[in-house]
């Protein structure tokens, strides 16, 4: 066993550990720390896998964003977790199990990772990677399928992005100028 | 020599999530996740050489950006309860 696939069996090994975790403390803070690992895994994972692009992702949303949004939440709630009311955990269980049978069930269709005649690699992969560089001129293929082919799809997820970010300034500057309001009046 | 290396990274991962689970208080927390995401940029870059895919060292000093911003901020929460107040002394 070479130590590649040590590092995958460990790094999924602890992200099991983490999410086990997370479901189980009930100190928020400790949460959105564990959260954070979680991710720095998952990224770690996706580069072993040689998905640069998506650890890049990972890591840059959600070890880093994501892991601030959930800090400033907690700025407006509660550190500690409610125990939970609910009546019959066992119906959850099952949804749960369900899914996730559902999901397993699913991965037994797709081809193998890695598999060259997937059909991911036979429908459009092939031009971008001949072609590219003479239609568009950019050397990384990434880049132009993400600036370039799919131009209208990136422009769309810029939007949703940029609007994301504007509602998010705008709650939190809210709290911001209504204290400066506050702190005039007492003044 | 990198197999040497990446388990001992991964055996210090293994104590950083120890701590993490069990941190008493706050700063053990916080300390344990700041030297989890340096783990992660060593792992990535004993990867990297392992593997000759030399490109994945970017990712890694990215990495290492992220996870100093991302600990900045989170002091910064316990510092001041909350991310749109100044440096210390100002409202």
Same mark, same amino acid.
């Given at each position: 066993?070479?130590?590649?696939?040590?590092?995958?069996?460990?790094?999924?090994?602890?992200?099991?550990?983490?999410?086990?975790?997370?479901?189980?403390?009930?100190?928020?803070?400790?949460?959105?720390?564990?959260?954070?690992?979680?991710?720095?895994?998952?990224?770690?994972?996706?580069?072993?896998?040689?998905?640069?692009?998506?650890?890049?992702? $990972?890591?840059?949303?959600?070890?880093?964003?994501?892991?601030?949004?959930?800090?400033?939440?907690?700025?407006?709630?509660?550190?500690?977790?409610?125990?939970?009311?609910?009546?019959?955990?066992?119906?959850?269980?099952?949804?749960?199990?369900?899914?996730?049978?559902?999901?397993?069930?699913?991965?037994?269709?797709?081809?193998?990772?890695?598999?060259?005649?997937?059909?991911?690699?036979?429908?459009?992969?092939?031009?971008?990677?001949?072609?590219?560089?003479?239609?568009?001129?950019?050397?990384?293929?990434?880049?132009?399928?993400?600036?370039?082919?799919?131009?209208?799809?990136?422009?769309?997820?810029?939007?949703?992005?940029?609007?994301?970010?504007?509602?998010?300034?705008?709650?939190?500057?809210?709290?911001?100028?209504?204290?400066? $309001?506050?702190?005039?009046?007492?003044? | 020599?990198?197999?040497?290396?990446?388990?001992?990274? @991964?055996?210090?991962?293994?104590?950083?999530?120890?701590?993490? @689970?069990?941190?008493?208080?706050?700063?053990?927390?916080?300390?344990?996740?700041?030297?989890?995401?340096?783990?992660?940029?060593?792992?990535?870059?004993?990867?990297?050489?392992?593997?000759?895919?030399?490109?994945?060292?970017?990712?890694?000093?990215?990495?290492?950006?992220?996870?100093?911003?991302?600990?900045?901020?989170? @002091?910064?929460?316990?510092?001041?309860?909350?991310?749109?107040?100044?440096?210390?002394?100002?409202?």
């Amino acid at each position: 066993m070479n130590l590649d696939s040590v590092i995958d069996i460990l790094l999924l090994a602890f992200m099991a550990v983490i999410a086990i975790a997370i479901v189980r403390i009930r100190d928020l803070f400790g949460i959105a720390m564990l959260f954070s690992i979680f991710s720095l895994l998952s990224a770690g994972v996706f580069t072993v896998m040689d998905a640069a692009d998506v650890a890049f992702t $990972e890591a840059a949303v959600g070890a880093g964003i994501s892991t601030i949004l959930m800090l400033a939440t907690l700025t407006r709630t509660a550190r500690k977790e409610k125990p939970s009311n609910s009546k019959n955990p066992a119906v959850a269980l099952i949804v749960v199990f369900v899914t996730g049978a559902l999901l397993v069930f699913g991965t037994s269709d797709l081809p193998r990772f890695g598999d060259p005649q997937a059909p991911v690699h036979q429908h459009v992969a092939p031009r971008y990677i001949e072609e590219s560089p003479k239609e568009i001129g950019i050397p990384n293929m990434v880049t132009s399928v993400l600036a370039s082919y799919r131009g209208y799809d990136t422009l769309g997820e810029t939007t949703v992005i940029f609007t994301a970010g504007i509602a998010v300034m705008a709650l939190l500057g809210m709290r911001r100028s209504r204290r400066r $309001e506050d702190d005039e009046e007492i003044d | 020599m990198y197999t040497a290396a990446g388990l001992a990274i @991964l055996i210090t991962m293994v104590l950083a999530i120890t701590r993490t @689970l069990l941190g008493p208080t706050v700063y053990d927390r916080i300390l344990a996740v700041n030297m989890f995401g340096t783990k992660t940029v060593l792992i990535i870059a004993v990867i990297a050489f392992m593997s000759g895919r030399t490109d994945l060292l970017d990712i890694a000093l990215a990495y290492a950006l992220i996870n100093f911003i991302g600990i900045v901020a989170v @002091l910064k929460f316990f510092e001041y309860g909350e991310f749109s107040r100044g440096g210390r002394g100002r409202p």
